[in-house]
């Protein structure tokens, strides 16, 4: 027989609970409420138990775990699937009736097919059948005989002071064991019944999983359970039985307590012991929770259950800015899932999540330079003049003399602004002191860069794919960057902001606008695979220009419409919720239907149709039609050496723009004018700019 359960089975006042589906109290409550289908009840509190023993990773924040552990990469849903197998799995607050889990077993339902009631709890909306996804995945995971690696979440709440942990236990009931943190690796597990069950009108999928090494004793049993039977004295004889449905002829298995069912949804004796539907408080068969299958070394994890990422750093450059490099790690002292928050490698107690205990780990790599070799592809290959890309799918570029040795080319947006773009080449680069240099002298400083939370993110603790660090005036936009007194600048910063002073300068005064000299500058670093995705820089604290600088890695700058402006309607929250029209349409050149929309404000304009009736049309006109993202207007190639300055309110305001590298190593510097007013004299007095002679740029 498989080692008994050391769970304290908790009882209530009506007798043994005898489902699982865990609802958060409120917070006035005393008391842990555990409902089944429906009937909820209520329990006295009792202290919880403590643990055997420590997660072999751990995190407080979802992000942190599935950006550390390569068989949990999914940031939403409980499975993490992929290429149609099933890796990781996790146990959380919501595994529907009859959840079950002990040291060795694990009985839960799959996810999917569910929407949230009014209470926030989950609710099948549609049956989940062999043809749903996670169900396909989970079951070839267990014919193909991969291991899945589960993860256990701490259902926690603040129960008069103190934090609860309520895992379901053995016999249907809840374990009040002290699950140390929020997700908690387990171990790897092997999928031994996937089967469905009757959940209301619905049938939705249920697994068991069972723990692939028996020999060691489970890190969550209770900490003075016994150790679990050596190998060689467990019961691998005992077997669940299975029998064949008279009806569809198919074999399932005895899984319940209360009598055999055939669980072939498609079946007419599907959910019925003897013909008549199973008592409301069903319960597992002791042989269904106690068989173990023998050891089968074909059953094995496609992954390492904790990787050791640090162990394959070799400290040169081209490894420490790979893609793999700015994973996370699982921390050798205390095992926290830590991302990479610094350019120069891991730390602890990063401020990536909040509120965690700190640990003093840290590792920083040297970072030795990147030479623009390395990032290059065409370095002393490329074209000394680059021909202007003709694509009628984007805006064409209007080409200049002005500013030789530099191609200038300005793509005008009517009514919304221009764009310049400075393309470098091989007489600017090399030249002492030029974007070559700058590339290795902005190596060997430690600027400070760092990864910070994306503040609109839809999933919360979202970091940036890039580093960022901010040198003179505050700037707050997209993400919370401390700024740096430019008095603190290292010599290439100053030096990029000279250059672009004098690009800003160029493209403002040629396109008859006023120039403001930058006083703030953003310096993004980008490591392979990272990149910025489609924003805008408008606020109304920053003056109407932005010009950003590139070294190293080619990149690829896109700038397209605003979704709403482009469909004169915000995004629709679902297929059924139309999303709200624009208050005041501008009707920009290219946006769709541009014509009726034009022709209805027009009328609007002169009086002819009133608000509502401006606002009916429109609803009629877009009626059926799925709104789209806007086609890129400008695709510009940002090479080393380059600079582009975005000139025009409405430009940040209609436009957005997005840029992917292509290689190891990029940054990209771009200043902005912040406007002085709501900021404090130290805030003020960081953005102060005095340039040397020599740092001030001639456009050579
Ligand atoms: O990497 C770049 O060139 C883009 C920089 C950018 O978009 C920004 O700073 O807002």
């Not at 699982?20 to 409550?29: S, T, V, Y």
């Not at 926030?120 to 043809?131: A, T």
């Not at 700058?438 to 940036?464: M, N, P, Y």
């Not at 600088?549 to 309607?569: C, D, E, I, Q, W």
Request: charged share 25%; glycine share 8%.
């Amino acid at each position: 027989m498989a080692p008994s359960t050391a769970a304290t089975r908790r009882k209530t006042a009506e007798g043994p609970v005898k489902a699982g589906r865990i609802l958060k109290p409120k917070k006035e409550q005393t008391t842990i409420k555990v409902s089944s289908e429906g009937l909820e009840l209520v329990f006295p509190d009792q202290p919880l138990e403590e643990v055997y023993g420590e997660p072999p990773a751990w995190s407080e924040g979802r992000q942190q775990l599935c950006d550390a552990l390569p068989w949990f990469q999914c940031t939403q849903g409980g499975m993490y699937h992929n290429g149609g197998f099933c890796y990781g799995f996790l146990i959380d607050a919501d595994g529907g009736t009859r959840s079950y889990l002990d040291e060795e077993v694990i009985i839960t339902r799959i996810g999917g097919c569910c929407t949230k009631d009014s209470g926030g709890n989950l609710k099948l909306e549609k049956n989940q059948d062999l043809g749903d996804t996670l169900v396909k995945s989970i079951i070839t995971s267990q014919n193909s005989k991969l291991a899945v690696g589960l993860v256990l979440g701490k259902f926690s709440w603040d129960l008069r002071g103190m934090i609860s942990n309520v895992v379901i236990g053995r016999n249907n009931d809840v374990l009040a064991r002290q699950v140390p943190h929020r997700y908690n690796v387990m171990d790897w597990f092997r999928i031994t019944n996937v089967w469905f069950e009757k959940v209301g009108e619905k049938y939705g999928a249920k697994v068991r999983f069972e723990k692939l090494g028996l020999t060691k004793k489970s890190w969550w049993a209770a900490k003075d359970s016994p150790l679990p039977l050596p190998i060689e004295k467990r019961d691998f004889e005992t077997k669940v039985e299975f029998i064949r449905c008279q009806g569809c002829s198919t074999e399932s298995p005895r899984i319940y307590e209360q009598g055999w069912m055939c669980l072939q949804p498609e079946c007419s004796a599907f959910w019925k012991i003897e013909n008549a539907p199973p008592p409301t408080e069903l319960t597992f068969h002791p042989d269904f929770l106690n068989v173990r299958s023998p050891p089968d070394p074909q059953i094995r994890s496609a992954h390492s259950l904790v990787p050791d990422l640090l162990s394959t750093l070799d400290g040169s450059a081209s490894v420490s800015t790979s893609r793999f490099a700015w994973k996370g790690i699982v921390c050798p002292k205390c095992h926290k899932c830590i991302r990479r928050t610094f350019w120069r490698g891991w730390k602890c107690d990063d401020d990536s999540d909040l509120g965690q205990e700190s640990c003093p780990f840290q590792m920083f790599m040297k970072m030795e330079e990147l030479s623009l070799r390395a990032v290059l592809d065409d370095f002393e290959l490329s074209p000394i003049k680059r021909p202007i890309p003709n694509d009628p799918k984007y805006s064409i570029a209007q080409e200049d003399m002005s500013c030789l040795p530099y191609q200038k080319l300005t793509y005008h947006l009517e009514g919304v602004g221009s764009i310049t773009h400075f393309v470098s080449n091989r007489e600017i680069n090399t030249r002492d002191n030029g974007p070559d240099d700058l590339f290795v002298g902005i190596q060997r400083e430690d600027l400070g860069l760092k990864r910070f939370r994306i503040k609109s993110s839809l999933v919360a603790g979202t970091l940036t794919s890039h580093f960022a660090v901010n040198y003179g005036m505050p700037y707050k936009y997209v993400v919370s960057v401390d700024s740096k007194g430019f008095d603190e600048a290292p010599e290439a910063i100053s030096r990029v902001l000279g250059r672009l002073s004098w690009a800003t300068e160029k493209a403002v005064l040629s396109c008859g606008g006023s120039y403001l000299p930058p006083n703030e500058l953003l310096i993004l670093g980008y490591f392979e695979g990272m990149k910025i995705g489609f924003h805008d820089d408008g606020e109304s604290s920053l003056g109407p220009t932005i010009a950003t600088f590139s070294l190293g890695a080619k990149a690829t700058m896109s700038v397209r419409m605003k979704y709403k402006y482009f469909n004169g309607a915000t995004r629709k929250v679902d297929a059924t919720a139309a999303g709200t029209l624009l208050q005041d349409d501008p009707v920009l050149k290219n946006c769709d239907l541009e014509n009726e929309r034009r022709a209805l404000k027009e009328k609007f304009d002169a009086g002819e149709i009133s608000s509502e009736g401006y606002n009916t049309a429109r609803q009629d006109l877009f009626k059926g039609r799925r709104g789209k993202e806007a086609p890129i207007s400008v695709k510009m190639e940002l090479h080393h050496g380059d600079m582009v300055v975005m000139h025009g309110e409405n430009l940040q305001k209609y436009y957005e723009h997005s840029v992917a590298p292509e290689n190891k190593m990029r940054f990209a510097l771009t200043a902005r004018f912040v406007k002085p007013d709501h900021l404090s004299k130290e805030e003020v007095q960081k953005g102060l700019v005095s340039l040397t002679p020599d740092q001030i740029y001639d456009g050579k």
